[in-house]
């Protein structure tokens, strides 16, 4: 087995997301590749060591510019703050490195574009990390879809909705908070999640042609939690728009973190004439489905409990019934990346894939502005 030697960028949320999903992959699926837990890099060197003890890094960097220069790192992991994206994955191509994003990909798609054009100029194996795809029930939903079974596709509605920015006291900036602070994130739920509805449905119902939106920013002012100032808060607090795919089939998404009593409530649901599909994130291991074809007497919703060795990535985990969660999402895209550098066959969503997101996040964004119909923009 190679090596496959990692440099990781930021030690939030995600790091540690990435990180489990690095030293557990290769104890489920057989691979070529090994990856190798080489460097951690943050600004903090003290918090950056701490993690490295914590999650097994071999070592530690404080400036990004030095983990890209380090000839025993093959694959840099970005998983820092949006802002930070593009100079670093667009530095890292350039230096002839693989690269792995968070999502969203960029601050806007003519940012992700100039990513996008690194990455292809270098032709260095590149992912972005929407792990939904991943969990073994919306990876049958698009086998299902692929197969045909929906027959043509009439309706696809997601939702995203959070409840942990409602109180006025909560700061804006700084760790856990960047997501709130627009300089550093380039939009609110837009960016951190319609991206992931809208990366699930272009891939199961194909392309958005058109979109009308509404934002609110429900809290105006919030305080600065590095400099203490009172500022302006510049995200949307709260998106829902209309849309029409390439497909002819309409389309209702709504997210906010203004729902109370929903910490993480991703649900889509797709009407197709032979079939519909639903499935809810609180749920993950079920994917609910109704055939119009079964036998009239006992058609209904069947709640298809994800866990069998015949259903997606489930071969790799315990035995049927037993279920898996969130972070094997990630582990799993782990395993399809390496298994794409193995095959040439790249695993999605590449950084082309992601820019499409990017496109529709901006259409929505300037709907919300001009309160019209938007085309999603491919320049
Ligand atoms: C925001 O709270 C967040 O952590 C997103 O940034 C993630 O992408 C999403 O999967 C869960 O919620």
């Known amino acids: 087995m190679k090596s496959l030697n990692i440099g990781l960028v930021g030690y939030g949320f995600m790091g540690r997301t990435h990180s489990n999903a690095y030293r557990k992959v290769n104890n489920f699926f057989d691979l070529d590749y090994k990856p190798v837990l080489k460097a951690v890099c943050a600004r903090d060197a003290g918090k950056a060591a701490a993690f490295a003890r914590k999650w097994g890094w071999e070592s530690v960097e404080s400036d990004w510019r030095k983990l890209l220069a380090r000839d025993d790192i093959d694959l840099i992991d970005i998983a820092s703050p949006n802002d930070t994206h593009a100079p670093i994955a667009i530095a890292a191509a350039k230096a002839g490195k693989m690269v792995l994003c968070e999502k969203p990909l960029a601050m806007t ?71 709130l602070d627009v300089k550093v994130a380039g939009s609110g739920v837009t960016g951190d999640l319609l991206a992931h509805c809208i990366d699930t449905a272009v891939w199961l119902n194909g392309g958005i042609q058109t979109v009308n939106a509404m934002t609110e920013t429900f809290v105006k002012k919030r305080k600065h939690n590095l400099t203490g100032a009172i500022q302006k808060v510049g995200i949307d607090d709260a998106c829902a728009f209309l849309a029409r795919f390439d497909n002819g089939s309409l389309a209702t998404f709504e997210s906010t973190r203004y729902a109370r009593g929903h910490k993480a409530l991703y649900t889509f649901e797709i009407n197709g004439e032979n079939a519909s599909i639903a499935w809810d994130l609180h749920d993950l291991h079920r994917l609910q489905y109704f055939d119009h074809r079964d036998e009239g007497r006992v058609r209904g919703w069947r709640s298809i409990h994800v866990t069998d060795g015949d259903q997606p990535y489930m071969k790799h985990w315990w035995v049927p019934g037993l279920q898996i969660g969130y972070e094997h999402t990630f582990v799993h895209q782990v395993a399809d990346f390496i298994q794409g550098l193995s095959s040439g066959a790249p695993a999605s969503p590449t950084f082309r894939d992601a820019l499409e997101t990017q496109y529709v996040c901006d259409a929505v964004l300037q709907s919300a502005k001009t309160q019209k119909w938007q085309p999603v923009k491919r320049p």
């Open 109 to 179: 798609g003519a940012e992700g574009r100039t990513m996008v054009q690194a990455i292809e100029k270098a032709r260095v194996p590149n992912m972005v990390w929407y792990n939904y795809r991943r969990v073994p029930a919306v990876t049958l939903a698009k086998e299902l879809i692929d197969e045909g079974r929906l027959g043509r596709i009439f309706h696809y509605r997601a939702k995203f909705l959070q409840d942990w920015t409602i109180s006025p006291e909560l700061p804006q900036g700084g760790a856990g908070l960047w997501r």
